[in-house]
């Protein structure tokens, strides 16, 4: 589905990917973990066109979409849920997901795939008349990947959802992340919680300094002894 091929992303002089490659096929959890700077956000900023690549590919859905326009890529059916989850602050809940669909033009759908974020996030319809910037964190992660859905995507990016939520939280958006995966949304999920990450993907890539370093099914990067020594604590 997803075909990235030696691509170097640079800020200025700064190379921040250096001949990256991955891939993700349909119906894929794929995660990629890696240390703070390690290059995730701009890995996932590059596929939904806020950066462009100086050199290599990236395919998806066999059309190259490198250097193309955001909105072009979201019709195309790639949702990003940015770090530290961007909600409009004034805005209302519900229309923080209307805005979701703003590309969509079929009422049904869009009606449809509203009562089924309000499904999945049960909190967002309770609040769904709050001021966004009000809601909690977790609240705020829930409506950024709500706000996703209603682009009705078939690739996923998510940016570090569990980052800053008590566990109870991080345990509830990671259920969610594999319910929608299993309703037919392929996901890329960029984590530094590799225990939690590893623990829903099929497949793990390993960033470090803007190269991949490692790559596997989950279960093998779960057993490798460089990704316990340095992701999962020693567990
Ligand atoms: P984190 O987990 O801390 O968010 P990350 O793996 O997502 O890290 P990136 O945000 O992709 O890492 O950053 C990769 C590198 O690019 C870092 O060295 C960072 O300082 C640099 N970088 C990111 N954004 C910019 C920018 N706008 N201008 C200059 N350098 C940047």
């Given at each position: 589905?997803?075909?990235?091929?030696?691509?170097?992303?640079?800020?200025?002089?700064?190379?921040?990917?250096?001949?990256?490659?991955?891939?993700?096929?349909?119906?894929?959890?794929?995660?990629?973990?890696?240390?703070?700077?390690?290059?995730?956000?701009?890995?996932?900023?590059?596929?939904?066109?806020?950066?462009?690549?100086?050199?290599?590919?990236?395919?998806?859905?066999?059309?190259?979409?490198?250097?193309?326009?955001?909105?072009?890529?979201?019709?195309?059916?790639?949702?990003?849920?940015?770090?530290?989850?961007?909600?409009?602050?004034?805005?209302?809940?519900?229309?923080?997901?209307?805005?979701?669909?703003?590309?969509?033009?079929?009422?049904?759908?869009?009606?449809?795939?509203?009562?089924?974020?309000?499904?999945?996030?049960?909190?967002?319809?309770?609040?769904?008349?709050?001021?966004?910037?009000?809601?909690?964190?977790?609240?705020?992660?829930?409506?950024?990947?709500?706000?996703?859905?209603?682009?009705?995507?078939?690739?996923?990016?998510?940016?570090?959802?569990?980052?800053?939520?008590?566990?109870?939280?991080?345990?509830?958006?990671?259920?969610?992340?594999?319910?929608?995966?299993?309703?037919?949304?392929?996901?890329?999920?960029?984590?530094?919680?590799?225990?939690?990450?590893?623990?829903?993907?099929?497949?793990?890539?390993?960033l470090e300094t803007g190269k991949i370093v490692l790559a596997g099914t989950a279960k093998e990067?779960?057993?490798?002894?460089?990704?316990?020594?340095?992701?999962?604590?020693?567990?």
């Amino acid at each position: 589905m997803l075909k990235v091929d030696d691509i170097d992303v640079y800020y200025g002089n700064i190379q921040a990917l250096k001949g990256l490659s991955l891939e993700v096929n349909e119906g894929e959890i794929v995660t990629l973990i890696g240390a703070n700077g390690a290059g995730k956000s701009t890995l996932l900023q590059t596929l939904s066109g806020l950066q462009k690549p100086k050199r290599g590919s990236v395919e998806y859905l066999g059309e190259s979409i490198a250097g193309k326009a955001a909105q072009s890529i979201v019709k195309a059916g790639i949702s990003h849920v940015p770090e530290g989850r961007r909600v409009f602050a004034n805005l209302s809940v519900e229309e923080n997901l209307d805005l979701g669909a703003y590309l969509r033009k079929d009422k049904e759908g869009i009606a449809k795939d509203l009562a089924h974020v309000y499904e999945l996030f049960p909190r967002l319809l309770e609040r769904k008349k709050q001021q966004s910037g009000t809601l909690s964190g977790g609240e705020q992660q829930m409506l950024a990947m709500g706000r996703a859905i209603m682009a009705k995507p078939k690739l996923l990016l998510l940016d570090e959802p569990s980052m800053g939520l008590a566990p109870l939280m991080v345990q509830n958006i990671f259920t969610i992340i594999e319910t929608i995966n299993k309703e037919g949304t392929t996901i890329l999920l960029v984590e530094q919680n590799a225990h939690m990450a590893l623990s829903v993907a099929n497949r793990a890539y390993v960033l470090e300094t803007g190269k991949i370093v490692l790559a596997g099914t989950a279960k093998e990067l779960q057993e490798s002894d460089e990704v316990r020594a340095a992701y999962l604590g020693g567990l």
